[in-house]
T-cell receptor, first 114, second 111 residues
Framework: DTGVSQDPRHKITKRGQNVTFRCDPI?????LYWYRQTLGQGPEFLTY????????KSRLLSDRFSAERPKGSFSTLEIQRTEQGDSAMYLC????????????FGSGTRLTVV | DAKTTQPTSMDCAEGRAANLPCNHSTISGNEYVYWYRQIHSQGPQYIIHGLKNNETNEMASLIITEDRKSSTLILPHATLRDTAVYYCIVRVGGGADGLTFGKGTHLIIQP
């Protein structure tokens, strides 16, 4: 396990459809984060998990967004009824509690809503 | 969160040292300075962090002023692969909440 894996790398969907992204963190990392990045901007924090518990959600995470980490390992981010404004790169990061803010990011999932 | 100010973009010649400044005049005593970079189409990558002493690792050096109100990331011998957006972030060292990224500095290494 050499890094954080995200699947798919690219997703094109029609407005109104639901999409789900998957993140596989580094196996020993107990913290997992989701970020969103739009063109020309830095990543914006969405939510994070410690083990299977979702401990914080940004106000950016509308009720159309839901994230899970059922067994404290991989995580999914679902967007329901997608809108064109949801088009962005969705990044996942993981870290090990006690190691400060040394996060390892995945390469992201690029979502395009048409 | 303490806020940071970085130039929007910078150029540097290949093989020269790239010096990226960051202002963080409202930094608190327990806040660290972190640097990440993001190469096109990839996720951000951790580079280095420090509290008040200068730090060096295999990627870069971090120079923090004595009053801690600003810092400089130094890439000693820039290569074309160092072309990326560099983010300076100030946060408490521990804790689990997410990082707050600004727009960063787009560093372009010229051949």
């Amino acid at each position: 396990d050499t890094g954080v894996s995200q699947d798919p790398r690219h997703k094109i969907t029609k407005r109104g459809q639901n999409v789900t992204f998957r993140c596989d963190p580094i196996s020993e990392h107990n913290r997992l984060y989701w970020y969103r990045q739009t063109l020309g901007q830095g990543p914006e924090f969405l939510t994070y998990f410690q083990n299977e518990a979702q401990l914080e959600k940004s106000r950016l995470l509308s009720d159309r967004f839901s994230a899970e980490r059922p067994k404290g390992s991989f995580s999914t981010l679902e967007i329901q009824r997608t809108e064109q404004g949801d088009s962005a790169m969705y990044l996942c990061a993981s870290s090990l509690e006690g190691t400060g803010r040394f996060y390892t990011f995945g390469s992201g999932t690029r979502l395009t809503v048409v | 969160d303490a806020k940071t100010t970085q130039p929007t973009s910078m150029d540097c010649a290949e093989g020269r040292a790239a010096n990226l400044p960051c202002n963080h005049s409202t930094i608190s005593g327990n806040e660290y300075v972190y640097w990440y970079r993001q190469i096109h189409s990839q996720g951000p990558q951790y580079i280095i962090h420090g509290l008040k002493n200068n730090e060096t690792n295999e990627m870069a050096s971090l120079i923090i002023t004595e009053d801690r109100k600003s810092s400089t990331l130094i890439l000693p011998h820039a290569t074309l692969r160092d072309t990326a957006v560099y983010y300076c972030i100030v946060r408490v060292g521990g804790g689990a909440d997410g990082l707050t990224f600004g727009k960063g500095t787009h560093l372009i290494i010229q051949p």
